[in-house]
């Protein structure tokens, strides 16, 4: 039996899968009403704005996606129930963070928000409705789904109701999100109802090539994500430790970096030795396979794994701990620029960012940190480091009182200039374009000499840095 065409599509959760992945889909069928949910109702207001600038997540190219679906088959909603029951189809999109207690704490996803979707969809639906799990999900989820959408097979109108699950986990990269979706290396389909895979192939068949559409089995599409962020994250962690043995060797890991990554069966992406691995995905479901592992009895592969997330950590401490060593092993009171707080460039993301642990580390030994970043809103800073933002001291005043009594403190700098001002050392985090072309000659003038330039990014050339006057540390530079 063919498929029966999908006619209106419902995401719940309009976070940064849901809002790009929908809009993407609905710019892409013009025959699909397509409507993304949320029980956040600034965020939905935030989709729904006129002007585009203010849109919740910031992704190259994603504006002009929204404004052209949103004037036609795109709607954002807090209307839940509505939504679903209007729907052939439902994607769950919403947050699966890591447990903070209970069973599985700091390793086990935390899938109260899942379950509760899959909640509200058995209460709601009505007719065949196939649910796509797009969340990241840990392996036999959609057990869970299923098991609770069987309960609910009748209506509590008495009408039949069916359900199908499939699993279509996303594979975007945030700052790429609307390239990755127009042009996917692959989309992964697992289920077990071959004409509700097949009808899911049919949407994303309105613009990628049927050759890219994969399909498996449910556990294996769910494992395929889990593994393919794993293998992702482990060559961060193998290049971050190859950095550390060349700063100690007087080699260079970005020479390094391109003599392995010429090697076809290595491959040159993803070989960026940097301050540790960010974003909502890596260290979540790593830990997420860590625990799966330890369930089934394979400690082994587990603490294999588990590995690559403390190299990352530690990866993090050593440069917070770099920069206190280089600015003669004491940062009380001293003024320190950070550019980047973002988990990288082209994104306003700071979920898990590096920036936030080594910001930590160093507002711990007293240091006072003003921040830059181009997208990331200062309140956001303050969440992340929990601590509310100070006022910006005068640049040509000495140590206070206060900053010598070990404080730490931060403030949000509006320019990298005003960032740099009085400043003894200036730490890049995050691979911003801009921070690619900053004049140095200018701004060493600014920061109190001896001032250090610490490039966890590998984006300012040694050589103009040297010009400056100023002291250099790059990742992986044996010889900076
Ligand atoms: C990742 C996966 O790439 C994506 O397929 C999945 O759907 C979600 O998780 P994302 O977290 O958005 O995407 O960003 P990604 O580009 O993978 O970068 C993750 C982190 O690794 C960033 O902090 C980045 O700066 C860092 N990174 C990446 C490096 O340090 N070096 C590199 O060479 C590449
Ligand atoms: P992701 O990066 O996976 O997209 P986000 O945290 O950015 O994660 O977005 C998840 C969204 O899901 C949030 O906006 C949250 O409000 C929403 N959400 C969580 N649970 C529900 C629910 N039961 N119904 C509707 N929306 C939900």
């Not at 909603?77 to 700091?106: H, Q, R, Y």
């Not at 069966?265 to 974003?279: D, H, T, Y």
């Not at 711990?364 to 309140?379: C, F, N, R, T």
Request: glycine content about 8%; charged content about 20%.
């Amino acid at each position: 039996m063919p498929a029966a065409p999908i006619r209106s599509i419902c995401c719940i959760g309009a976070g940064y899968v849901g809002g790009p992945t929908m809009a993407v889909i609905a710019d892409r069928c013009a025959d699909i009403q397509v409507t993304v949910v949320d029980i956040n109702q600034a965020r939905i207001d935030a989709w729904n704005d006129p002007d585009l600038s203010k849109l919740p997540v910031y992704e190259p190219g994603l504006d002009a996606v929204v404004g052209r679906a949103r004037s036609r088959n795109l709607r954002f909603s807090t209307a839940v129930d509505e939504a679903i029951a209007a729907a052939d189809m439902v994607f769950i999109s919403v947050n699966t963070p890591t447990k903070t207690k209970g069973l599985g704490a700091g390793q086990a996803s935390d899938l109260r928000w899942v379950e509760a979707c899959a909640r509200q969809v058995a209460k709601s639906a009505q007719g065949h409705t196939i649910v796509v799990e797009k969340s990241t999900l840990p392996v036999r989820t959609a057990e869970a789904v299923k098991a609770i959408l069987s309960a609910a097979q009748q209506s509590d109108h008495g009408e039949p109701r069916s359900f199908a699950v499939l699993s279509n986990p996303e594979f975007l990269a945030e700052g790429t999100a609307v390239r990755d979706l127009e042009s996917p290396d692959r989309v992964l389909i697992g289920g077990e109802h071959p004409e509700a895979i097949d009808a899911l192939a049919s949407v994303y068949g309105h613009w990628v090539p049927q050759e890219r559409i994969l399909r498996t089995n449910l556990w294996s599409s769910e494992l395929s994500k889990l593994t393919a962020n794993a293998f992702l994250a482990q060559r961060i962690s193998s290049i971050n430790s190859v950095a550390a043995l060349c700063e100690a060797t007087g080699a260079d890991v970005r020479e390094v970096a391109r003599a392995i990554g010429t090697d076809s069966r290595i491959g040159p992406k993803f070989l960026n030795a940097g301050p540790g691995f960010g974003g909502s995905c890596f260290q979540k479901d790593i830990l997420n396979l860590v625990y799966l592992c330890r369930h089934f009895g394979l400690p082994e592969v587990a603490d294999y794994w588990e590995s690559v997330v403390n190299l990352n950590s530690w990866q993090q401490h050593r440069i917070a701990r770099t920069v206190v060593q280089k600015l003669f092993g004491t940062v009380t009171g001293k003024r320190l620029a950070i550019l980047g707080f973002a988990f990288k460039a082209d994104t306003n993301d700071t979920r898990e960012a590096p920036a936030i642990r080594i910001a930590r580390d160093l507002l711990e030994e007293g240091a006072q940190l003003a921040i830059h970043d181009p997208k990331v809103e200062s309140e956001q800073i303050a969440r992340d480091l929990g601590l509310i933002a100070s006022e910006a001291p005068d640049a040509e005043s000495g140590p206070t009182r206060a900053s010598l009594s070990g404080e730490g403190t931060w403030w949000p700098s509006a320019s990298v200039a005003d960032a740099l001002d009085g400043a003894d050392g200036v730490l890049i985090l995050t691979e911003w374009n801009e921070y690619r072309q900053l004049d140095w000659s200018d701004l060493a003038q600014r920061m109190r000499q001896p001032a250090w330039v610490f490039d966890a990014r590998s984006v300012v050339s040694r050589e103009a840095i040297h010009a400056a006057g100023l002291q250099l540390w790059r990742v992986g530079d044996g010889d900076a």
